[in-house]
């Protein structure tokens, strides 16, 4: 049963920009305060790309830091990955989830394609 739904992925050209978002029913994205991104490119396992307290404090990859910003709306429910400076090796399926400090994520959405041509 999907709980969160991400929107925003595409098709871009590298050294582009996308924003993706993903919202989540109020109860989830106020009981689980950790929230965050994952991706993972054919072949590979998946990887955390960031995180995002309910405070608003943030980690990245180091693969991603100085490119990506992860935010959230408590107002609206919605958690978003702004993307720039995209290249070909952030090319995979982007999941976003929620969960608890420490613990893996009890939640998890169906997945956003995100394709960076070169």
């Known amino acids: 049963q999907v709980q969160l739904v991400e929107s925003g992925g595409g098709l871009v050209q590298s050294g582009g920009s996308l924003r993706l978002s993903c919202v989540a029913p109020?109860?989830?994205?106020?009981?689980?305060?950790?929230m965050g991104w994952d991706r993972q490119a054919p072949g590979k396992q998946r990887e955390l790309v960031a995180t995002v307290s309910i405070n608003g404090d943030t980690k990245y990859a180091d693969s991603v830091k100085g490119r990506f910003t992860i935010s959230r709306d408590n107002a609206n429910n919605t958690m978003y990955l702004q993307m720039n400076g995209l290249k070909p090796e952030d090319t995979a399926v982007y999941y976003c989830?929620?969960?608890?400090?420490?613990?893996?994520?009890?939640?998890w959405g169906q997945g956003t394609q995100v394709t960076v041509s070169s």
């Open positions: 989830h929620a969960g608890l400090p420490y613990r893996i994520p009890e939640y």
């Open positions: 109020e109860t989830i994205f106020s009981t689980y305060i950790i």
